[in-house]
């Protein structure tokens, strides 16, 4: 029965050999069949018909229709180059010496807002957005002339006050001055983007796409007071108890092409810091008028137009805080950021300026325009 027992002993031991074999074997299938589909995940093929490294998608994932809306809160400030409109004088005729400090519109701080829409395709990760802004702000200042000094007017002719005789009569200062600043944004933005890592914790989103927009600038200026002064021959005017009633108007609508890129740095526990910037190149009109009036006659009035079409080129940048939260098993997605944004708008304001030399004459301002603020966006997604 020995005998019998170990010649059991290498049937038992060959069993389980071919045992373990079979089952590292069929370890081994299950690990190369999970390595290929691991590879199928970061594999693509690109549109050239090559293979590379595949980008995760970084935008939110939700078991939902694809659907996302979004609305900011903007508290944003105004600033546009050349609203001077006077300076004052340490003398009561606007004479040399001349020492002063010029005055110019000061804008409040106001509300706004930004509405969107968008959706996430299937191919590739892509979507689509469309937002439009909403800013309306305005300012104003004035100046009034001290004892023995006077205000210097910079908008508008000194040939307004002009008389029948030709007597060569000017108006060169006043006692005060009042300027107006009404100011009106909107703006439509339509994007195509894909969201994606480019390590662990960073992801981008570049987009393309068109951007239009409407601006709308007025400013009224209004000049009283002043005793005459006599001249060589003629009067350097103040106004008396008349008024010089100035307006200008300059009206923008442009349509373009739009880029830029948005970073995100996650920080974990849903928390991120976000950075973007983009670009617009505008090509639009812009309806420019300028009014002249004085009220101690109805014939002294200037009545100029000066449209034009020309380039407007624009930036935006955007940094900040912001928390994203899935809702209700993925099927849902919030966010939340709050961040600094502003723009920047070259050679908007087109308004006239009055140059008296021998004759009237213009040339245009041709100053900048930039708005910069807190914005509060918030984003969901179905």
């Known amino acids: 029965m020995k005998v019998g027992f170990f010649r059991k002993i290498p049937v038992a031991i060959a069993s389980l050999v071919a045992s373990s074999t079979a089952f590292a074997a069929m370890d081994m299938d299950s690990r190369v069949s999970q390595l290929e589909d691991q590879m199928q995940q970061v594999r693509t093929e690109t549109a050239m018909g090559t293979y590379g490294a595949q980008t995760a998608t970084a935008r939110p994932d939700v078991d939902g229709r694809g659907w996302f809306l979004s609305f900011d809160v903007l508290y944003w400030h105004a600033k546009v180059g050349g609203t001077e409109f006077a300076y004052s004088d340490n003398s009561p005729a606007a ?85 107006q600043y009404d100011f009106d944004y909107q703006a439509l933005d339509l994007e195509l983007g894909r969201a994606y890592f480019i390590s662990g914790k960073l992801s981008f989103r570049p987009h393309w796409g068109l951007k239009t927009a409407w601006m709308d600038q007025e400013q009224i200026t209004r000049y009283t007071g002043g005793n005459p002064v006599e001249g060589d021959g003629f009067e350097t005017l103040g106004l008396g108890v008349s008024t010089v009633h100035i307006k ?26 976000f950075g973007n910037v983009s670009g617009a190149l505008l090509f639009g009109h812009f309806d420019v008028n300028h009014k002249e009036r004085w009220t101690a006659t109805g014939d002294n009035r200037i009545n100029l137009s000066a449209n034009r079409h020309a380039f407007s080129p624009t930036a935006q940048l955007q940094l900040g805080l912001r928390y994203d939260k899935y809702l209700h098993d993925n099927r849902q997605h919030f966010g939340i950021g709050l961040g600094f944004e502003s723009q920047y708008w070259w050679r908007q304001n087109q308004m006239l300026k009055i140059d008296d030399a021998a004759v009237l004459k213009y040339e245009r301002y041709s100053d900048d325009v930039s708005m910069h603020g807190l914005t509060i966006d918030i984003r969901f997604d179905f």
Do not use: M
Not at 252 to 273: A, D, N, Q, T
């Open 95 to 179: 004479t040399l010496p001349i020492k002063g400090r010029t005055k110019d519109v000061d804008f409040d701080w106001d509300w706004g807002f930004r509405v969107g829409a968008g959706y996430n395709f299937a191919h590739d990760g892509w979507d689509a957005y469309l937002h439009y802004t909403w800013f309306d702000s305005g300012g104003s200042d004035s100046t009034s002339a001290g004892l023995n000094s006077s205000v210097v007017p910079i908008r508008g002719s000194s040939q307004i006050v002009a008389t029948a005789d030709n007597s060569g009569d000017q108006f060169l200062f006043c006692n005060s001055a009042k300027s």
């Open 248 to 273: 200008d108007d300059c009206d923008f609508w442009g349509l373009g092409p739009r880029v830029g890129v948005e970073s995100k740095w996650h920080l974990g526990y849903g928390f991120s810091i």
